[in-house]
C-alpha cells in the first residue's frame, strides 16, 4: 500500500533561518507531488507542484523554493525565513489527473 | 488562477440537523472533489464527482456535480459530534489541484 511521510511534525525557526521540509511517497512510482500552505482554520493554498524529477511549477511568488531530487521525494526550502511564512505545510501526492489526493500528516512552523 | 467559492464560511449547527455547503466557480470544470480536513491533519477525500449532474452518496454524505459544471453541493443528513471539521471543495485542472477556501462546521451535542 502507499504512504507518505512528511517531517518534521513541528518546527519553531527564528526569522532569517533556512527551511527544509522532506516529504517522501512510497509504494508508487512517479507520483504527481504537491506542497500546500495552510492558515490557521484557512483553505489550503497550492504553493508548487511536480509532475516528474526536477520538473517544478510554482504558483505563488514567495520565499520559498522546491525540489524533487527523486522520484518519490519532495523538498521545500527556504534561504531565510519571514514571520509570514509561517503556517501549517502539507504534502500530497496523486497518480495524476482525476485520481484521489493523499495528504501527509503536515508540518507546523512558527517561524519567531 | 482558478477560484472556487465555498459557502458558507462556517456553520454551527445541533447535533442530528442536516447540513448543506455547496462550491461554486466561475470557469467549468470536469471533476469535482469533498474533502474533509480534521484538526491538525491533512484532508481526506470524501466523495468524488466526475460526470455533470452525477449524484454520489457516502453513508450520510451526499454531493452533486451541477449541470452547469459550475457547482457542487455537500449534504450531511443527521449530524454528529464527529462531522466536526473542516469541508473543502476541490477541482483538478491540469496538473492542479486547487482547494476552496473551506467550510468549517462546528455541532453542538
Known amino acids: 500500500s502507499q504512504t507518505i511521510h512528511q517531517w518534521p511534525a513541528t518546527l519553531v525557526q527564528p526569522v532569517g533561518s533556512p527551511l527544509s521540509l522532506e516529504c517522501t511517497v512510497e509504494g508508487t512510482s512517479n507520483p504527481n507531488l504537491y506542497w500546500y500552505r495552510q492558515a490557521a482554520g484557512r483553505g489550503l493554498q497550492l504553493l508548487f507542484y511536480?509532475?516528474?524529477?526536477?520538473?517544478i511549477s510554482s504558483e505563488v511568488p514567495q520565499n520559498l523554493s522546491a525540489s524533487r531530487p527523486q522520484d518519490r521525494q519532495f523538498i521545500l526550502s527556504s534561504k531565510k525565513l519571514l514571520l509570514s511564512d509561517s503556517g501549517f505545510y502539507l504534502c500530497?501526492?496523486?497518480?495524476?489527473?482525476?485520481?484521489?489526493?493523499?495528504f501527509g500528516q503536515g508540518t507546523r512552523l512558527t517561524v519567531v | 488562477g482558478q477560484q472556487l467559492n465555498q459557502s458558507p464560511q462556517s456553520m454551527f449547527i445541533q447535533e442530528g440537523e442536516d447540513v448543506s455547503m455547496n462550491c461554486t466557480s466561475s470557469?467549468?470544470?470536469?471533476?469535482w472533489l469533498w474533502y474533509k480536513q480534521d484538526p491538525g491533519e491533512g484532508p481526506v477525500l470524501l466523495i468524488a464527482l466526475y460526470k455533470a449532474g452525477e449524484l454520489t452518496s457516502n453513508g450520510r454524505l451526499t454531493a452533486q456535480f451541477g449541470i452547469t459544471r459550475k457547482d457542487s453541493f455537500l449534504n450531511i443528513s443527521a449530524s454528529i459530534p464527529s462531522d466536526v471539521g473542516i469541508y473543502f471543495c476541490?477541482?483538478?485542472?491540469?496538473?492542479?489541484?486547487?482547494f476552496g477556501a473551506g467550510t468549517i462546521l462546528r455541532v453542538k451535542s
Open positions: 511536480s509532475v516528474g524529477i526536477g520538473q
Open positions: 500530497a501526492w496523486t497518480r495524476g489527473v482525476r485520481t484521489e489526493a493523499f
Open positions: 476541490a477541482m483538478e485542472y491540469g496538473n492542479k489541484l486547487v
Open positions: 470557469s467549468i470544470f470536469n471533476t
